[in-house]
């Protein structure tokens, strides 16, 4: 028996050796031989550098009877001993002088209560854009390495803008995945390339199949918080039908506690690492009006005053340094004191709204701080709470907007037209934005803002670690520069992962970023990322020990470059004894000037940022941008019923061109309801039935409705509708024409549409057949489930002409 056993050793050894493990055998009682039970693979034996972890090799069973035979231990993946849970809190498109914790007017006891007993960085740096940034701090790699150069809708041909994520970069979420850890992602998530959401995928780039176990949220860039389209996992849903009081921030926290609790519950041993992204303070800004009414009159000082204020309170806090100055604003903005009282009461209420929704979202990331420290898990979780993806957004331009809609459509919003709707602001009839003058101040002491990679306006976000457990500093300030990419390697860091060499066989490029962990004990060291390069629509710079050179080159507020690419004047400063850049020493030290030029080349060239591509509307364009469309270039598509959310990425394009939308249906007397619909309130059209007559509704970005309907109803039967809209703009971007009805061939109605969309329906409306899903085009035929079709739909047909 001794010869037998030995030969199980010989034949187990090569496995044995290459997995770096011992495997223990021994002897029954009754001299029968048998495999002993193995040990368990030990923590720091696996080799994480390479995933998925290797399985060991099966040991070579010869015991003939399972009774006198001892299993080996099953092999398991654990996250290695003494990992803490991770929750990253990202909140959009807000400033760094926004939030009280760096001296904002915007409270938010939650981040003051985790800075109080954490670390606050005000040296922090982001990417000037959301997608962008987002794919960083999930990755840990520059966003143009990462093909994301600008956000998604606007992925172009060349390498750092495909938009599509590489194979040598895995993301966080799917690191952690692999070594032990849960993984959950809650809200924004805008990683997804537009044409592949839709049912044909591909769906690699989507969250739950980037690493995240469980997603509830939203894949485009910004929603209605009142009525978001959602996708849990990759199955779309809207919100409950009967909730009145819905908002979205809230609903996200209500399954991110619950998510969390089960898995703990569940499985108390295994930490989780979860995303809270929140589609706030991005527009529209939305938020319960109780939230918005505890600032009423609190920006009735205008913004000029109030940038002072916040520099005031930013010195006394110490998140900027004694002598900080407020650099000059934009020339373009105006000083409150010349406005008149009409533009005063308008840019007071956008600026309530917007607080209100600010404080909002910190109290729902407060719900679920107080359930994590109830579930006695918050001393042994590292939550980094990073106040924004960027600077706040100029996007809402010089007077703010009722309806984003309106300005990715070219049309101009007056103060006279916002008015009318003044105390709509905030609700769910309007998908608002502020002016960008209260962005400028949101970014106090900076002097621009999201979109101007070119100053810390832009790039510069606050950002709060806690985790007492492992941060012994209690309320202090960090200054080492950083940028969003040493979140991913930070938080390798904390749970003792590495960052991987293989991923599915693939080699992974070297992590770009570099670990800020050095500096949770160490206030004083050597800040360790000494090079940063930053791009945004031909907007640029170069951070290099201590000094920043900068070329603006596009306004946010201007679709049109102020002078081509090779003539940008170019800016320096030394950012160690000028916080908020307002000393240019350019024509002081040339040469250091151009040695910065000669850096950012080199690392534009290593990171995929060349060609700088400063186009704005043209890249909308997928045909010219040069990227993937689902349609391709489709005139024709045939739906059916049961065909719902689909996206308007997704969808045949029937904007500035003459359009046949027939329908073949078959209906009862008076039946009612919509045949197919796309966008919904802020902007889209509709053919539907109306007490069984004929209508066709277009809504012009939520401001116009034009509809056309027949006098009588439909008889009861088969029938082919159709609505033929001849499109008269003919070299022209969202002109109007002429819609007629056809019923069996037969003109039963005819009507003009004075206006239409140029560029975009809408981010989370959808197409739908056989009912309209989202908000309803036309209310008059109702929301949900009471416009559903009564008859039955056998396609609709729409031909573009």
Same mark, same amino acid.
């Given at each position: ?510 992590? +770009?970023?570099? #670990?800020?962990?050095?500096?949770? =004990?160490?206030? !004083?060291? $050597?800040?360790? %990322?000494?090079? @940063? ?43 160690? +004894?000028?916080? #908020?850049?307002?000393?240019?020493? =350019?024509?002081? !030290?040339? $040469?250091?000037? %151009?040695?910065? @030029? ?204």
């Amino acid at each position: 028996m001794k010869r037998h056993l030995l030969l199980v050793l010989v034949v187990l050894g090569v496995g044995v050796s290459l997995i770096g493990t011992v495997q223990q055998w021994n002897h029954g009682s009754n001299g029968a031989a048998q495999a002993a039970e193995a040990q368990p693979v030990a923590a720091q034996a696996l080799d994480r550098t390479v995933l998925p972890i290797h399985e060991p090799q099966d040991p070579v069973i010869t015991t003939l009877d399972a009774r006198q035979a001892t299993p080996p231990t099953r092999f398991q993946v654990t996250a290695p001993k003494g990992a803490p849970n991770v929750i990253v809190v990202l909140i959009d498109d807000i400033g760094f002088g926004h939030s009280s914790a760096f001296g904002g007017p915007c409270a938010m006891p939650t981040l003051d209560r985790l800075a109080a007993a954490g670390l606050r960085y005000n040296r922090f740096h982001t990417t000037a854009l959301c997608s962008p940034t987002r794919t960083a701090l999930l990755t840990g790699y520059n966003h143009h390495s990462n093909n994301a150069g600008a956000i998604m809708e606007l992925a172009t041909a060349f390498p750092g803008n495909t938009g599509v994520r590489p194979l040598a970069i895995t993301p966080m979420a799917e690191v952690l995945r692999l070594n032990g850890f849960s993984t959950a992602a809650f809200g924004k998530y805008h990683e997804t390339p537009p044409w592949e959401v839709s049912v044909s995928g591909p769906l690699a780039r989507w969250p739950t199949h980037s690493g995240f176990d469980e997603f509830y949220g939203f894949i485009g860039g910004e929603t209605n918080q009142w009525d978001p389209l959602i996708f849990h996992g990759t199955v779309p849903m809207r919100k409950p039908a009967n909730d009145a009081h819905y908002h979205f921030t809230t609903d996200m926290t209500d399954r991110a506690i619950a998510w969390m609790r089960t898995q703990q519950a569940l499985t108390p041993d295994k930490p989780f690492m979860m995303y809270f992204a929140t589609g706030a303070t991005h527009a529209p800004h939305h938020a319960p009006r109780e939230w918005i009414d505890k600032y009423r009159g609190k920006f009735d000082m205008g913004w000029n005053k109030l940038r002072e204020q916040t520099l005031a309170k930013q010195i006394a806090l110490g998140v900027v340094p004694p002598g900080t100055k407020l650099a000059p604003k934009p020339k373009e903005l105006p000083d409150w004191d010349t406005l008149s009282a009409d533009k005063r009461r308008l840019f007071a209420r956008q600026m309530e709204v917007f607080a209100g929704f600010a404080s909002h979202t910190d109290h729902e990331v407060g719900r679920l701080v107080e359930a994590l420290e109830k579930m006695g898990e918050l001393n042994d979780t590292l939550v980094i709470y990073q106040v924004g993806d960027n600077g706040a957004s100029a996007e809402g331009g010089l007077h703010g907007l009722f309806n984003e809609s309106s300005v990715f459509n070219g049309v101009e919003e007056t103060i006279a037209s916002q008015l009318e709707h003044i105390d709509q602001l905030g609700g769910p009839d309007c998908f608002n934005h502020f002016s960008a003058a209260w962005a400028v101040a949101g970014n106090t002491p900076f002097a621009w803002t999201k979109q101007v990679a070119s100053n810390f306006g832009g790039t510069r976000n606050g950002i709060v670690f806690h985790w007492p457990n492992k941060i012994a500093a209690r309320g202090e300030i960090r200054t080492q520069f950083h940028h969003v990419i040493d979140i991913a390697p930070t938080i390798f860091e904390a749970c003792g992962v590495p960052a991987p060499k293989f991923v599915n066989g693939v080699e992974q490029r070297p992590i +770009e970023g570099v #670990s800020m962990a050095y500096s949770f =004990a160490e206030p !004083q060291a $050597a800040s360790r %990322r000494t090079t @940063q390069y930053f791009e945004m629509f031909g907007n640029r710079a170069i951070y290099h020990d201590g000094w920043f050179a900068a070329a603006m080159h596009r306004v946010p507020w201007i679709n049109v470059p102020q002078q081509p690419l090779a003539d940008d004047p170019w800016e320096l400063y030394q950012i160690t +004894e000028d916080f #908020s850049l307002t000393k240019n020493l =350019a024509a002081e !030290q040339p $040469a250091k000037l %151009r040695e910065m @030029q000669e850096l950012f080349l080199r690392e534009a060239v290593k990171h995929k940022v060349l060609p700088l591509d400063d186009r704005s509307i043209e890249r909308f364009d997928p045909r010219l941008a040069g990227r993937p469309d689902l349609m391709n270039g489709r005139k024709s598509l045939t739906v059916y019923p049961g065909m719902i959310y689909i996206m308007e990425n997704a969808f045949i394009n029937v904007k500035n061109a003459s359009v046949d939308i027939t329908a073949e249906i078959e209906v009862a007397a008076n039946a009612h309801g919509v045949i197919q619909a796309q966008g919904g309130r802020f902007g889209g059209w509709a053919l539907w039935l109306n007490q069984g007559r004929p209508s066709y509704s277009y809504n012009w970005i939520g401001v116009e409705q034009f509809t056309v309907t027949a006098e009588q109803p439909i008889a009861p039967g088969k029938h082919t509708l159709t609505m033929s809209f001849a499109y008269d703009g003919a070299g022209k971007r969202g002109a109007g024409g002429e819609a007629t009805l056809l019923l069996d061939g037969q003109p039963v109605a005819k009507g003009r549409i004075g206006k239409t969309h140029a560029n975009a329906f809408s981010s989370d409306d959808t197409a739908d057949t056989g009912i309209d899903t989202g908000t309803p085009v036309d209310p008059a035929y109702g929301e949900g489930d009471a416009n559903a079709f009564k008859g039955k739909i056998h396609s609709v047909k729409i031909d573009v002409k």
